[in-house]
Nanobody, 120 residues
Framework: QLQAFGGGLVQAGGSLRLSCAASGRPFTTLHVAWFRQIPGKEREFVAASHLTTRTTIYQDSVKGRFTISRDNQRENMMYLQMNNLKPEDTAIHYC??????????????WGQGTQVTVSS
């Protein structure tokens, strides 16, 4: 099971760090990702991290502002650092994971979302 937390209300230009905790299988055995969804719209990919190469990929709109990372000390934690937030980043953010990189765009394991609201 995955649980995302750390969302909140922030002004444009501000920062938030989202956390995701895994119970059971640790992130050291999984590829991990973040997605987000605006009400009324489809869920969209935000970022992902490869299990072994640690290659990271990002949606174009968040490149240079968001960073996905794993906790080197705690195998069950991973993060999404979000800087220079914009009102269009307002969405429910979800963490996700899968054992196959080929499936990272549609991962099999999802956490509950956390709301991020950016005011202008």
């Amino acid at each position: 099971q995955l649980q995302a937390f750390g969302g909140g209300l922030v002004q444009a230009g501000g920062s938030l760090r989202l956390s995701c905790a895994a119970s059971g299988r640790p992130f050291t055995t999984l590829h991990v990702a973040w997605f987000r969804q605006i009400p009324g719209k489809e869920r969209e990919f935000v970022a992902a991290s490869h299990l072994t190469t640690r290659t990271t990929i990002y949606q174009d709109s968040v490149k240079g502002r968001f960073t996905i990372s794993r906790d080197n000390q705690r195998e069950n934690m991973m993060y999404l650092q979000m800087n220079n937030l914009k009102p269009e980043d307002t969405a429910i953010h979800y963490c996700a994971a899968d054992s196959r990189w080929a499936d990272i765009a549609a991962p099999g394991n999802w956490g509950q979302g956390t709301q991020v609201t950016v005011s202008s």
